[in-house]
């Protein structure tokens, strides 16, 4: 074993001699490949770093010296060509760097077509836009607008400012053709709507004219009832011809049926003026003065198509005629009156309808014709044929003033037409067949029957669908109401059989809000028999809130009291106990039970305000303990830097003050890295104190070395404890002695010792295999310095070996 340890150690010494000449030889030499990679790679790194071009990039992505250099060049390109260029080079050749630029690729070519899809886009909408501009077709104009509108927004900023003006022009005009296209609309619903009002008035009219003709004459009409319809009657007229086209003959039915109206009641008005008078003579004797009963049929003047009347019959068999005579005028003076206003009338009308002025027109013939039924029947007729003209001059104007009406009924044909065809929901249909109907009614009607069975027919067809959902609304009504009865039943029974001093309020709770939810879903209901329901439900739900609300105000008090027992502990010290109490009321308020919401939400703010200015203590605390710690750690810093430079050649003074400087500051609250910081500097000036101690006991055993070669070495000069380490040890040779001194410090040992060496080697690992002691390097040190200098068996201690001691000594110092 020993020649093995020795020819190990020869070899250890043979490469470390021949070391440095290898080194020396490299410096002189060339830089190796390795080295101008590494240059290479440095300065690819760099370029890639620089924000390189695209070419370069390109360049990299197939040259790159790394992987990584290569794919960050490949994913940052973004040249089509160059793309293409780096996947044909790298394919077969870099798998990493062919699928990133195949990916680029494909997603420079995406978002190309993805461009010009977009572009494409903008051309076709602006195309729409302007074709609809100009089309004729009006069906959903609206709706291809707003569609319109809509898609171009999602492309707008991609538009060039060419493209935006030919788009905002084209919305232009189509918003001033739908605007046309409304009023021209609603002209001809308007005319529509007046036709209607006209052909029921007519139809009413002559409805009423026949129950006239065939009535019982035992009787005789309201008076009050026939007024009212003449009125009413008249007024829908003249709103149905405002500013329309009227027909001719459609005006004559009209004038011919008023004008028979009113002549039936003028004359059951004055009939009811005389009544009392016939009704005293046809209950009297026969021998009545004829000339009399004349009077009285003459001023009643029954109109012939209208059956007479059981007294005006009675009053005819008295006078022995078969019909009633022409009456007179009773009143002369209120027939000149009537006269004279009539008079005044009739040129303010002839002069409005010269202006063709309608609405004025309209008014004034509407009072002349009053006027005119006010005279009797001589002083009528030098008025009949002036107002015949001016009536048919009203009627022209009433012409040339509806004549769109027709077309507007015609487009509403052909809208409830294609609303029979959509599939739209139910309720909108039927809203929008209701929406058409009223607008066919506010034109007024039609006079062509045709044009009214068509606008039936087609009603009637889109309505057909609606019947099946309405049917069915109608069931889902009366489940919704079996629904209602169930809940409110369910209600009724909770509220028998609760037991309100030991209850689960919670549970009572949400009983309450689900009937709520489940009273709102079950929806629609018919109004009239929920009526009932509702209250039924209400006084239930009151029932039930009133306990609920009772139990809420308790628990708000609960709540109340944690809020001032929080407030009281603001300022409560000391600040943990504070905390923890804050802590356990939290805890409290959770157990309380329900509460109105937003009460509760008020107590909650004021707690949670309680508790926050609790906990800020806290944080204030802490904010001054983190402002006292940054202030010691800035103390501490500037300790550090005035010490940390310190080195083995430190003085004591300096020394002992960087010391008392550092346990100053072991008091202070650091942080943690400063802290560390600190007393990382604090074992170093330990170790600098113990090196330096350490220093000077090497120095006092060198100077006892010499003194011992010199022969002038006294025990009482040496440590009281080598008189111990000397007389135990075993008897060794000054050579020997040395050779330990070097082993144990690392010294290199003469060539001429290293045989010896070797062996004291081999002796101490079979030392140290066989247990011996654990002493340090340094005590071992002492113990031979000790047999050096008082062992009186040491034969060869002379200088040569007292400077390699010496030396040994030094080299440990220095370890």
């Known amino acids: 074993m020993a020649a093995f340890i020795q020819k190990l150690f020869r070899n250890r010494k043979t490469v470390s001699q021949e070391r440095p000449k290898a080194a020396r030889k490299q410096e002189n030499d060339q830089p190796s490949e390795e080295d101008k990679k590494q240059l290479q790679r440095q300065q690819q790194e760099k370029l890639l770093n620089s924000d390189p071009s695209q070419p370069a990039l390109a ?103 060419e493209q935006t003006q030919q788009f905002l022009e084209a919305v232009h005009q189509i918003r001033e053709r739908l605007k ?70 459609e005006q004559k039915r009209y004038e011919q049926s008023m004008l028979a109206l009113r002549n039936y009641l003028a004359a059951v008005r004055r009939l009811n003026n005389v009544l009392p008078q016939i009704t005293e003579l046809n209950g009297g004797s026969t021998d009545a003065p004829q000339q009399l009963v004349n009077a009285l049929l003459a001023e009643v003047a029954w109109p012939k198509e209208f059956p007479l009347p059981e ?11 078969p019909k009633p005579q022409t009456p007179s005028s009773a009143d002369h003076e209120q027939q000149k009156m009537s006269t004279e206003a009539l008079e005044s009338t009739l040129p303010k009308l002839e002069a409005a309808l010269e202006a063709r002025q309608f609405k004025e027109s309209r008014q004034l013939l509407k009072v002349a014709q009053g006027q005119l039924q006010a005279l009797d029947q001589r002083h009528r007729k030098g008025f009949q044929a002036r107002m015949q003209l001016l009536a048919g001059q009203f009627r022209e104007l009433s012409d ?24 739209i929901e139910p309720e909108a249909k039927a809203e929008r067949i209701k929406e058409l109907q009223n607008e066919w009614r506010e034109l007024g009607g039609s006079s062509d029957r045709s044009l009214w069975n068509r606008f039936k027919a087609a009603s009637d067809q889109a309505y057909e669908p609606c019947k099946a959902y309405f049917e069915a609304k109608s069931d889902l009504k009366q489940a919704n109401l079996q629904k209602r009865a169930a809940i409110c039943e369910e209600l009724e029974h909770f509220l028998q059989h609760a037991d309100w001093t030991n209850i689960d309020w919670k549970g009572a709770e949400r009983i309450h809000q689900t009937a709520r939810q489940e009273w709102k879903a079950a929806w629609p209901v018919d109004f009239r028999d929920n009526r009932q329901m509702q209250k039924r439900f209400d006084d ?37 106990e504070a905390m923890d109490q804050a802590k356990a009321l939290q805890t409290e308020w959770k157990t309380v039970g329900i509460t109105r919401h937003r ?70 609250p650091l942080s943690r890295p400063v802290r560390e910081e600190v007393q990382s500097l604090r074992q170093h000036l330990a170790s600098l104190g113990q090196r330096r101690k350490l220093t ?27 008189q111990k380490l000397a007389a135990d040890a075993e008897p060794l040779s000054g050579r020997d002695l040395v050779i330990r001194a070097e082993i144990l410090s690392g010294k290199e040992t003469p060539d001429a010792d290293q045989g010896r060496r070797m062996e004291i080697q081999v002796q101490r690992l079979a030392e140290g295999l066989g247990g011996g002691d654990n002493s340090t390097p340094e005590q071992e040190l002492e113990r031979l310095i000790a047999i050096w200098c008082l062992h009186p068996a040491i034969d060869d201690v002379h200088t040569e070996h007292a400077e390699r001691l010496a030396q040994a000594l030094e080299t440990h110092l220095h370890r």
């Open 59 to 161: 360049k990299l992505a197939i040259e790159g010296m790394t992987s990584a250099l290569r794919l960050e060049a490949a994913r940052r390109l973004q040249q089509e060509d160059l793309l293409q260029e780096v996947l044909k080079q790298a394919k077969g050749r870099d798998k990493g760097v062919y699928q990133t630029a195949k990916q680029s690729l494909q997603q420079l070519k995406d978002q190309q077509a993805k461009e010009k899809a977009v572009k494409n886009r903008i051309a076709e909408l602006v195309r729409q836009a302007q074709d609809q501009a100009k089309s004729e077709d009006t069906k959903l104009f609206e709706a291809r607008l707003t569609s319109v509108q809509d898609s171009w927004q999602t492309v707008e900023e991609q538009a060039t400012p």
């Open 180 to 249: 046309q296209f409304k009023e021209d609309q609603a002209e001809e619903q308007r005319h529509l709507e007046q036709k209607c009002q006209r052909d029921e008035t007519l139809e009413l009219l002559q409805q009423t004219l026949a129950q006239l003709k065939s009535a019982d004459p035992s009787g005789l009409p309201s008076e009050s009832a026939l007024d009212a319809l003449q009125k009413t009657q008249e007024n829908r007229w003249l709103e149905a011809t405002r500013e329309t086209q009227v027909d001719k003959q």
């Open 311 to 321: 007294p005006l019959s009675g009053l005819q068999a008295l006078a022995g005629k």
């Open 400 to 423: 040339w003033q509806g004549f769109a009406t027709a077309p507007k009924q015609q487009s509403l044909c052909e809208q409830m037409e294609y609303l029979a065809d959509q599939p």
């Open 540 to 576: 239930l739900l009151k029932q039930l809130e009133r306990p609920l609300d009772e139990e809420r105000l308790r628990n708000e008090t609960a709540k109340q009291s944690i809020v001032e027992r929080a407030q009281s502990l603001i300022n409560h010290e000391p600040l943990q």
């Open 599 to 668: 009460e509760d939400r008020k107590l909650w703010q004021a707690f949670r305000k309680a508790c926050d200015q609790i906990f800020e203590r806290r944080e204030a605390q802490r904010s001054a303990q983190q402002q006292a710690s940054n202030e010691a750690d800035e103390a501490a810093r500037a300790a550090l830097e005035n010490y940390q430079s310190l080195g083995t050649e430190v003085d004591e003074a300096t020394l002992e003050e960087a010391k008392s400087a550092l346990k100053r500051l072991a008091d202070s």
């Open 696 to 722: 000077a006991r090497l120095e006092s055993w060198k100077s006892l070395i010499t003194n011992r070669v010199s022969g002038s070495l006294s025990s009482e000069q040496t440590p009281p404890a080598w």
